[in-house]
Structure formats: structure tokens, C-alpha cells
């Protein structure tokens, strides 16, 4: 979704389950994110697990997260992200698994996919049965699944924002989402 500069002020939510920049990835994108449309005018809100607002004038607004084990968490973010953000908001832009979003940054991509191509990296077949064994085994990756069936269930998002041509690709073949919906945006590293 672009914002036109001359566009009226908008109140933005950006979601993401870690706000620390210092991580890169899809935490640098948010607070970079925050920080162009606070100084084009725009309102923002930053909602995580946990982290910090990457400026003073962008409120963060920590959602409830559950202890260990990472798939439990995953999946308390997913939810308390969705009702954190009940209303108040014009955009909820997400990055990642979250719920209750109008705009979708997969960062990572689609589960399904990601999984093969990381299986593929093993060369010796033992090796790859026992990672596809292990990944398939826990719970993580059937929470991971589920919320991305949620997150492309029927409309599905306003937009997407894919990272690449890749995962726009993977998303219209996994969840067959309309390719029109999404808008590749690859982000170039911040070099010093």
C-alpha cells in the first residue's frame, strides 16, 4: 500500500513479535518503517512481544506473551497481537506471524516452502531424515502453519508485501492469493 507524501495523516500499527533493531531482518524494516512514516506525519504505533519503540515519539504497546517453549509463544502472539489490535488504527501493517492485520509483510516467508528449501541444504540423506524428522516432529511448525492458514483465510489481507519474487510465487501457490494483492519490495541493507 503506498502513501502519497500529500496524503492525509494516517494512524499506523506496525506488529512484529520482536521490536529490536539490532536483530536486522524484519525488526530493522519496522523501525526504519516507523521511523519514515513518523516524519512524513503519520501516527504510529508499535506493537511486540517485546523490544522498544525505535523513537521517542512512537508509542510501543507490549502484547501479552506466554513463557517457553517458542511455539507456545508464537502462537500467544499470534493471538494477542489480533486483539491488542481491535479497532483505532486506519492501517495494522504486520510483519511475520501475527493475526488482526489489513497489510501482510510475510518476512519469512511461507512455512511450507522454507522448510523444503532448508531440507534440500543437507546433502547427506541421513542428515536431511533426521532435520525433516526433527521439524516435522514439533509443534512449532504446525503453529507456524496454522497461523499462516489463518492469516490468508478468505479475503485475506487488504495487501501483501513480499520480500521477494519467491515468496510472492510461494504464496499464490500455497494459498492461492491473488498475485495482484502483492507488491514485492526488497529491502536494501543499510550500509554504514
Not at 25 to 34: F, K, N, Q, S
Not at 40 to 62: I, K, L, Q, S, W
Amino acid at each position: 500500500v503506498e502513501v502519497p507524501d500529500s496524503a492525509a495523516p494516517l494512524d499506523v500499527a506496525l506488529v512484529i513479535e520482536h521490536c529490536r533493531p539490532e536483530r536486522g531482518g524484519g525488526e530493522r524494516y519496522v523501525c526504519d518503517l516507523a521511523r519514515g512514516l513518523t516524519d512524513r506525519g503519520h501516527a504510529v504505533h508499535v506493537y511486540a512481544a517485546e523490544g522498544a519503540a525505535p523513537d521517542a515519539p512512537v508509542p510501543f504497546h507490549p502484547v501479552p506473551a506466554l513463557p517457553p517453549p517458542k511455539w507456545w509463544r508464537k502462537w500467544a502472539f499470534a493471538r494477542g497481537s489480533r486483539v491488542a489490535l481491535a479497532g483505532g488504527h486506519d492501517v495494522v501493517h504486520a510483519v511475520g506471524k501475527a493475526l488482526g492485520f489489513t497489510l501482510l509483510n510475510p518476512h519469512g516467508g511461507v512455512e511450507g516452502f522454507w522448510l523444503r528449501q532448508h531440507l534440500r541444504a543437507y546433502e547427506r540423506p541421513l542428515a536431511r531424515a533426521w532435520a525433516a524428522l526433527r521439524r516435522y516432529a514439533s509443534p512449532r511448525h504446525y503453529v507456524l502453519t496454522a497461523i499462516e492458514r489463518r492469516q490468508f483465510r478468505p479475503p485475506g489481507p487488504a495487501a501483501v508485501i513480499a520480500i521477494a519474487d519467491m515468496v510472492r510465487d510461494h504464496l499464490v501457490a500455497q494459498y492461492a492469493y491473488p498475485a495482484a494483492r502483492i507488491r514485492t519490495f526488497i529491502v536494501s541493507p543499510v550500509r554504514p
